[in-house]
């Protein structure tokens, strides 16, 4: 089953219409590498005509002409395109393809194919709307910009029925843009999560978590199957070059495929070995927990979400142990997937961060 992802430009006072007009000012690295990763992931991308249009007026010359964002409009052309219209179009940018017969059904048929991938659109407002009320859209990518436009299109219509959203993850970029993931809420079915209730609760100190039985969640974490394997790990630290020192760290799944066990040795003495076991939030759909173990007898429990290749943990209240500073860690993914490039910042107040040290993933094999 394909997954459906749809990202807009959108304005403080919820406007997505005509984004030149207002949202080149707020443009820079991170939004392109937020675009990248979600549009440049997919292998199937949805139009409006509108969009296509637009789409197709452009990317074509840019590829041809070699620039910088060449490569971009190539991965683009690449891309397998489908285009929703009432009307019969003439389409002449390569791969692309007109919709046929009724919106909801056909896009059902292209969500319901046995292959794995990625259905991802960009600004196609009405048909986000769409496949939203149907049910079938499943994150919602929002690039807020800090400005209120205060005319033309927004995001959702007046006097249509509610459509309940819950935020998977959220980053602020320099620009004061932030980038918000939403997934559509569904109802936790009662059973879904229950305590365990084969032994007595332990004994709890202030602030300790209690743990949860995780009953549900398996499909949630096979978005994590890019981890499986072995890996490499080269650390760099404040004023001193990458160290390589032979760390090797491995993600495996536990039979059952409920939780991701992630191992590391480092053959230095200062540095600790490990274990970490991935399994599903319970109090936060689409995301997971993180309990970190290591030689140094520090056992500690990280939110952890994965998000169009970007791999996030932090920690910011105390758990088995104290919370003496934050935590929190950004990895993103190449498109190969065979490099995770990420860096760890610490936090004494939990506003002000500062830079730890970065971390190199290579896969080995």
Known sequence: MKKITAGLFIS????VEAPDQWHFPYFNDEMGAAVDAGLGAADTILFGRKTYDSFAGAWPEREAAGGEDAHFAKVLGDARKIVVSNQRLELTWRNSEQLQGDLIEAVTALKNEPADGTIGMSGSVSVVRQLLAAGLLDEL?????PIAVRTSMRLFDEGEPPIPLKLI???TFETGVLNLVYTPRRVVRPGELRRRQDSPAPARTVGQKEMVEVTSGGESLEALEPFVGEWSLVAAFKNAPPADAGARVTF?????????IERWEVPVPEAPDGIAIVGADPEREGNYLQHYFDSRGVARVYKMSFVDGVWTLWRDESDFSPLDFSQRFTGTFRHDGKTIAGAWEISNDGKTWEHDFDLTYTKVG
């Not at 403080?12 to 406007?15: E, K, N, R, S, T």
């Not at 495996?252 to 495929?257: A, D, K, V």
């Open 252 to 260: 495996e799944w536990l039979p059952g495929r409920k939780f991701l």
């Open 169 to 171: 993850s959220s980053v």
């Open 12 to 15: 403080l006072d919820g406007v």
């Open 141 to 145: 990518h929002l690039l807020v910009h």
